[in-house]
């Protein structure tokens, strides 16, 4: 079976610019999960969406938005890119939430101008 | 903030060595989840303990839990050159730490 996918690999933004990152979860898999990760840290919580539904979210602000199709893929949205936005964007798939082990992509690398 | 923190943040030894990582978490959890990432791309998952749980074994991998202290640490027996990467804690796989790098020495 396919991994995680993301697409984008990599994407370079300007300031003030609007991004689209998809992500198309292990078959059989309903929950998807949204993380950003600067260089040097951790992976940084943004969405969680389970069954189409928003079942978590970090502390990011409103510029951040996501949403789950029917079939399960996601998509995450920034709205006016800050310098600061520049990161590897993860998404991680599993199959019910966050009480079973996570299978991740290869991420998006952002970097904004 | 983050909820893990993982300790030391960098460790070197040499190929064959043990090498044992800790992590500490700040509020109550459901279970506590570790990670390994090489060269900044994607995060393969090593192994889930439950709150429930005090040890788990897969492999070379030995993960322990305690909640009253609310840290966990990682063990990895007999380190081969590619376990060198950067191993993350996540509490409830939700919330992780900075990281421990590790790098094994030929």
């Known amino acids: 079976d396919a991994g995680v996918t993301q697409s984008p690999t990599h994407l370079i933004k300007t300031r003030g610019q609007q991004v689209t990152l998809r992500c198309s979860p292990i078959s059989g898999h309903k929950s998807v999960s949204w993380y950003q990760q600067v260089l040097g840290q951790g992976p940084q919580f943004i969405f969680q969406?389970?069954?189409?539904?928003?079942?978590g979210r970090g502390n990011f602000p409103d510029r951040f938005s996501a949403r789950q199709f029917p079939n399960y893929s996601s998509e995450l949205n920034v709205n006016a890119l800050l310098l600061g936005d520049s990161a590897l964007y993860l998404c991680?798939?599993?199959?019910?939430?966050?009480?079973?082990?996570?299978?991740f992509g290869p991420g998006t690398r952002l970097t904004v101008t | 903030s983050q909820q893990g923190e993982e300790d030391p943040q960098a460790l070197s030894i040499q190929e064959g060595e043990n090498a044992t990582m800790n992590c500490s978490y700040k509020?109550?959890?459901?279970?506590l989840q570790w990670y390994r990432q090489n060269s900044g791309r994607g995060l393969v998952h090593l192994i889930l303990?439950?709150?429930?749980?005090r040890e788990k074994h897969s492999g070379r991998l030995r993960v322990t839990l305690d909640t009253s202290k609310k840290s966990s640490s990682l063990l990895i027996t007999a380190s081969r050159a590619a376990d060198t990467a950067s191993y993350f804690c996540a509490a409830d796989g939700l919330t992780f730490g900075k990281g421990t790098h590790l790098i094994i020495q030929p």
């Open positions: 303990i439950r709150s429930n749980e």
């Open positions: 509020t109550s959890i459901n279970n």
């Open positions: 969406y389970y069954e189409k539904e928003e079942r």
């Open positions: 991680a798939s599993s199959l019910v939430g966050r009480d079973y082990e996570q299978y």
